[in-house]
């Protein structure tokens, strides 16, 4: 029994996490809304960027209202093991905030 749990130790998992958005649904509006802003814009920016990327990488302008909102709709899974599961979830999430 004991070799066995040793070698289910030595496996690795990967868990994606995706709490941003409930950081974003409980701060107060304003500054929830604007959290949720900043996480929007990562939705525009390029998926496998050659270098460093931020927020501020994208214009406000670049960002509307309704994008917001629908990034605040959404409630994707908070924890995902299963690589494949998340390039879908993650393509889904970026096609409903940007309404493609």
Sequence with gaps: M????I?????FFTVNLNA???L???LPKDKGLAEAR?????FLLPQDPMGGIADSMVPDHMVSDGMVNRYLEISPPLASVIP???VV???EE???VQKQ
């Design 7 to 11: 070698r289910i130790c030595h496996l």
């Design 2 to 5: 004991l070799r066995r749990m």
């Design 20 to 22: 941003s958005r409930n």
């Design 94 to 96: 970026r096609i409903k």
């Design 84 to 86: 494949e599961f998340q």
């Design 24 to 26: 974003a649904r409980s």
């Design 38 to 42: 900043r996480s929007v814009k990562f």
């Design 89 to 91: 979830i993650d393509e």
